[in-house]
């Protein structure tokens, strides 16, 4: 489960086996590292045709919960075998583990304990993420990247001037083959900018091929390694142009990785050009040559969410500092903007300090993390959101979880976990025919320890 900090030799001193371990190895992939875990992360989610299973509805008229403007009730009496699973699982996790359930079929709080008390959310934050974004840029939102040259192009095919590959924060941008592995096919490439560069008539440029990576700030790491490069985590290098992930290989940054591979892809193509390992700022008056968009924003919140993708969630959340705040693509920025929509749009105020979750300053608490699901119930938004999950026993980062119990195929949710933090919150559609918001917090217990417990109690509540 992610957002989970990758273990490096040594760092636990436990060896993990069996079961336990085949869970822990499933919740870590895709945050970072190779590409095959999220690969076959992404792969699941596709061939089941969407990564979350059909919608369940609550009862009545399509439409946001009735109950979702008042806070949650008073618990009120449950099913008591759910209330005994929870509750044995929980004792078993100890005094730190809390956990919500609510019917949205109902409209009632069936269970609650430990409710209120706010914990690191680890990767439960890119739900916030995943809700902040979608009502501030909406699920069409797309983001480019440009070619854009300074000087002239003239009737032998030579561009008199420098050429500046200009990124647009679009986590999606490499190569084909990559993006194949990687995001299910989806993201522009170098070649598509080559195409239409060769289109123009292009075939020699005295100047360099220049990257400008202005948009965002250029601290390439998150706030758990003090803004630092964090491979580890995030699974390569932040900047406003990033190509293969963050890839920054034999280059200073991966603005210049990216510049790099444009270049060796027009060359390929027999267009003579060079490119600059220095990035600069794209003049005033360039002249757009060449654009490639991101695939929409809800597509972007599939590929982040399924296999808790850290680098997609904190180059998102600077898109927001840029969009929305005052101009800055940093995460400091960015979080703001999700801190305030959340507050203002769904009435839950978590202590938001990145969107990713991999801060062990972010606070927030099963209470507050239901509520939003509450809110965002049989909503657009919280349509999107549902369909952005991955699915227990099925896909992503819950592919090993709860395996041959109820919660197979019927639990959307999103998976956070850090060293010693394992939580699960989302939607099950119980077996009794009842739509549930559910979030589950163990803090505490190691994490092999953990995940098994959460298994049962996913499971209990899939039975409901």
């Known amino acids: 489960m992610v957002a989970c900090r990758r273990r490096r030799p040594g760092r636990r001193g436990l060896a993990l086996s069996g079961?336990?371990?085949?869970?822990?190895?499933?919740?870590?992939?895709?945050?970072?590292?190779?590409?095959?875990?999220?690969?076959?992360?992404?792969?699941?989610?596709?061939?089941?045709?969407?990564?979350?299973?059909?919608?369940?509805?609550?009862?009545?008229?399509?439409?946001?919960?009735?109950?979702?403007?008042?806070?949650?009730?008073?618990?009120?009496?449950?099913?008591?075998?759910?209330?005994?699973?929870?509750?044995?699982?929980?004792?078993?996790a100890g005094p730190s583990a809390g956990a919500v359930v609510y019917d949205l079929t109902?409209?009632?709080?069936l269970y609650s304990r430990r409710g209120e008390i706010e914990q690191p959310p680890a990767s439960l934050e890119k739900l916030y993420t995943t809700a902040a974004l979608l009502r501030t840029l909406g699920p069409a939102a797309r983001l480019q990247t440009q070619v854009l040259g300074r000087?002239?192009?003239?009737?032998?095919?030579?561009?008199?001037?420098?050429?500046?590959?200009?990124?647009?924060?679009?986590?999606?941008?490499?190569?084909?083959?990559?993006?194949?592995?990687?995001?299910?096919g989806y993201g522009p490439t170098a070649a598509q900018l080559a195409g239409q560069l060769i289109g123009r008539g292009v075939r020699r440029v005295t100047g360099r091929l220049i990257a400008d990576e202005s948009l965002f700030d250029r601290h390439r790491g998150g706030l758990s390694t003090s803004l630092a490069p964090d491979l580890p985590?995030?699974?390569?290098?932040?900047?406003?142009?990033?190509?293969d992930h963050g890839a920054a290989i034999k280059s200073p940054s991966p603005a210049a990785f990216a510049a790099q591979q444009l270049a060796a892809t027009l060359r390929a193509s027999h267009v003579r050009v060079r490119s600059s390992r220095v990035t600069a700022v794209t003049p005033i008056g360039a002249q757009p040559l060449a654009s490639v968009s991101s695939p929409p924003l809800q597509i972007m919140l599939r590929l982040m969410d399924v296999p808790s993708d850290d680098l997609f969630a904190e180059l998102l959340t600077k898109q927001l500092g840029v969009r929305v705040a005052d101009g800055t693509g940093?995460?400091?920025?960015?979080?703001?903007?999700?801190?305030?929509?959340?507050?203002?749009?769904?009435?839950?105020?978590?202590?938001?300090?990145?969107?990713?979750?991999?801060?062990?300053?972010?606070?927030?608490?099963?209470?507050?993390?239901?509520?939003?699901?509450?809110?965002?119930w049989q909503t657009p938004a919280g349509d999107v959101l549902y369909a952005s999950l991955p699915v227990v026993g099925v896909s992503g980062t819950v592919r090993g979880l709860a395996l041959k119990t109820a919660a197979v195929g019927r639990c959307a949710t999103k998976t956070g976990t850090l060293d010693a933090v394992s939580n699960l919150a989302g939607y099950c559609h119980s077996r009794?025919?009842?739509?549930?918001?559910?979030?589950?917090?163990?803090?505490?217990?190691?994490?092999?320890?953990a995940i098994p417990l959460i298994g049962q109690m996913v499971a209990a509540i899939a039975r409901y």
Do not use: M
């Open 151 to 184: 000087g002239r192009l003239d009737a032998r095919g030579t561009w008199h001037g420098d050429l500046y590959l200009k990124g647009g924060g679009d986590p999606t941008f490499g190569d084909g083959a990559f993006n194949q592995t990687w995001d299910l």
């Open 233 to 243: 985590d995030l699974g390569g290098e932040l900047s406003a142009l990033t190509y």
């Open 19 to 92: 079961l336990a371990a085949a869970l822990l190895l499933s919740g870590c992939g895709g945050a970072g590292g190779s590409a095959p875990p999220r690969a076959a992360a992404a792969r699941d989610a596709h061939t089941t045709g969407a990564s979350a299973p059909a919608r369940p509805r609550g009862h009545g008229s399509r439409g946001a919960d009735p109950s979702a403007s008042r806070p949650l009730p008073t618990r009120t009496p449950a099913a008591p075998a759910l209330t005994r699973a929870l509750d044995r699982e929980l004792g078993k």
């Open 330 to 376: 940093s995460i400091a920025a960015g979080a703001e903007v999700i801190s305030h929509t959340i507050a203002s749009d769904y009435g839950v105020s978590p202590r938001i300090l990145d969107g990713s979750g991999l801060s062990r300053g972010d606070r927030s608490s099963p209470a507050q993390v239901v509520e939003l699901l509450r809110r965002l």
């Open 432 to 449: 009794g025919r009842h739509a549930l918001a559910f979030a589950l917090f163990v803090d505490g217990p190691p994490n092999f320890v």
């Open 106 to 109: 109902a409209h009632r709080l």
